[in-house]
């Protein structure tokens, strides 16, 4: 396996592969940068079909999560684990325990916390070992679920976008369709709705989109045909990769603002939707109000109110992506990444990254 040259690398600082024989953990924790902080992320547990593939999983988030967190004005650099096993059938109270040595290991330079496939009582046990964990409900600074605050964040974006290329202040009439009521699908249906919003929803899961027509007044349509409705804003609040080559050209959305991650597939994704005249809210930008609340924990002392302030600060810095999108007539993703590179790059060239460990990790509580 090509560390070095895997096409997914992009300068990461540090990847470690951890193994233990007696619990079986087989994960890899990839610390892309510590420039601006403490590289943080969650934990995904998932069954990857190769170790490559949980290789290239693992780095496409922590940099992803590099660019969320300086988007988003964390003092937190990007981080990612990913623990190979099936959700289902693998979990233990050895595998968590052995997964929080490693991360203490870390001495605070990655610092983990809820992500697919893993629970907050999972890392409860993790939090047994290491002091490096988010997103808990126990202890003196825990933030609990983060769902209600990414739905949140992706509301304002929502509604920053439909201000930028609609021109309405509000929501009233809109058409909205959400593809997903999870955790985020649902508490964003719930903002949406108290704002006027129409919603036209899918998952795979017939029993809670029976549970949104009841509630919302939704309409409900099929998996297949969600993205392709004709709609105001397309929320994706389920999968990846939903934005190629196949599905942009169908898409009759004006705007695409949802909380998903990874939502494009590659990176001229989003010169497409670009040419297509298509308003598309970067999702790591849009999608940041979970990890702006799990910061608040990390400080050791969680203030709701400057979570709230940040989360609500997500319509701005959206506001002024598309801004510099159309000036520069640029992409709206590539004006973020380049927005995200800049920050991470000037923090690097003011401190280094030690420096930046050392003063944050004191706090971690
Ligand atoms: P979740 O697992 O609770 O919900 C996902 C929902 O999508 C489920 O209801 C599932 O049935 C549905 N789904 C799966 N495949 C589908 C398909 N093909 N069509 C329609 N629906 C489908 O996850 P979540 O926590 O709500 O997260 C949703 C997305 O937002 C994910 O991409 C996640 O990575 C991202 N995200 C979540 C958070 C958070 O705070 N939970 C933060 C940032 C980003």
């Known amino acids: 396996m090509g560390v070095f ?3 997914a690398f992009a300068g990461h600082e540090q990847v470690v592969f951890c193994h233990d024989a007696t619990s079986g953990l087989k994960a890899i924790i990839a610390v892309h940068s510590t420039a601006l902080g403490p590289a943080a992320g969650g934990c995904r547990m998932w069954s990857y079909a190769s170790d490559d593939e949980a290789l290239r999983d693992a780095l496409r988030l922590s940099k992803g999560m590099s660019y969320k967190n300086a988007m988003a004005g964390l003092d937190l650099g990007g981080g990612k684990a990913v623990i190979i096993g099936d959700a289902k059938k693998d979990k233990s109270e050895a595998l968590f325990r052995a997964f929080g040595r490693f991360v203490e290991g870390l001495s605070g330079k990655y610092i983990t916390a809820e992500d697919v496939g893993i629970s907050v009582s999972d890392m409860e046990i993790v939090a047994r070992e290491t002091a490096h964990v988010g997103g808990l409900n126990t202890g003196k600074a825990a933030s609990g679920d983060p769902s209600p605050f990414t739905a949140r964040g992706t509301y304002n974006g929502i509604v920053a976008a439909v201000r930028h290329r609609l021109a309405r202040e509000n929501l009233k009439g809109l058409r909205v369709a959400v593809q997903g009521l999870g955790h985020v699908g649902w508490h964003l249906c719930e903002e949406l ?3 006027g919003a129409k919603l036209i929803v899918a998952d795979i899961n017939d029993a809670v989109v029976q549970k949104a027509v009841a509630t919302f007044g939704a309409s409900a ?3 297949d045909e969600i993205l392709f409705y004709n709609v105001d804003v397309l929320a994706p609040c389920a999968l990846g990769a939903v934005l190629n080559e196949q599905t942009i050209p169908r898409i009759k959305a004006p705007i695409v603002a949802g909380a998903a ?3 494009l597939a590659s990176a001229t994704d989003g010169h497409l939707l670009r040419l297509q005249k298509i308003l598309y809210a970067p999702d790591y930008v849009i999608n ?4 702006i609340n799990v910061a608040g924990e990390i400080g050791g002392r969680y203030d709701r109110a400057s979570v709230e302030r940040k989360v609500a600060n997500i319509h701005d810095v959206l506001l002024d992506i598309f801004k ?3 000036h520069e007539g640029r992409s709206t993703s590539d004006v973020a990444d380049s927005m995200a590179q800049e920050k991470i790059l000037q923090a690097q060239q003011l401190h280094g990254n030690d420096m930046q460990i050392g003063k944050t990790a004191k706090n971690v509580a």
Do not use: F, L, T, W
């Open 193 to 195: 709705h108290a704002a």
């Open 5 to 7: 040259k895997n096409e």
């Open 324 to 326: 510099r999108a159309d």
């Open 261 to 263: 991650n990874n939502q």
């Open 221 to 223: 349509v099929s998996c």
């Open 288 to 291: 940041a109000g979970g990890i």
